[in-house]
């Protein structure tokens, strides 16, 4: 009795693992909704599905002391437009999370580049700033960024 419910048990989970979401091609001619990246791995065959990359973008910085100012340079590199363009970016220091930040870009033609930025002010940036300015530690910043973006097939 046992055996035949591990038997079953093992064929439902190798049913579900190879039941994986289609991709993103899947959905031609319909507004298909693509993050920068995304990506589905399976224990059993270890196979990855990538979304579209239509985008590339790089991080900047301008002025970041008690207040961070986040810029981003985003290309589209494909042949269709990309609707919808928003720009999520999280602000460390050390480490340590500092803040969040949103833009809203729009519409990016193709083969054309737009920039978007927003700016961090909180209190836990302008603490580790005075921390920093009283030589207790480093100001080291990182900024994680997801782009998001909508396209049509």
Do not use: Q
Request: proline share 3%.
């Amino acid at each position: 009795m046992i055996r035949k419910c591990a038997g079953a048990l093992l064929l439902a989970t190798a049913v579900t693992v190879t039941l994986a979401p289609p991709p993103a091609s899947a959905a031609i001619g319909h507004l298909a909704a693509a993050p920068a990246a995304t990506s589905v791995s399976t224990t059993a065959d270890r196979a990855t599905v990538t979304a579209a990359k239509l985008i590339k973008y790089t991080i900047y910085f301008g002025r970041c002391k008690d207040t961070c100012r986040i810029k981003v340079r985003i290309t589209n590199k494909s042949r269709t437009t990309v609707y919808s363009v928003n720009v999520n970016a999280r602000l460390k220091i050390n480490g340590r999370k500092a803040g969040s930040c949103y833009d809203y870009i729009g519409k990016i033609r193709p083969k054309r580049v737009r920039w978007g930025g927003c700016t961090v002010k909180t209190r836990t940036l302008s603490t580790l700033w005075n921390r920093w300015l009283d030589g207790e530690i480093r100001f080291d910043k990182k900024a994680n960024t997801v782009v998001r973006y909508e396209y049509y097939r």
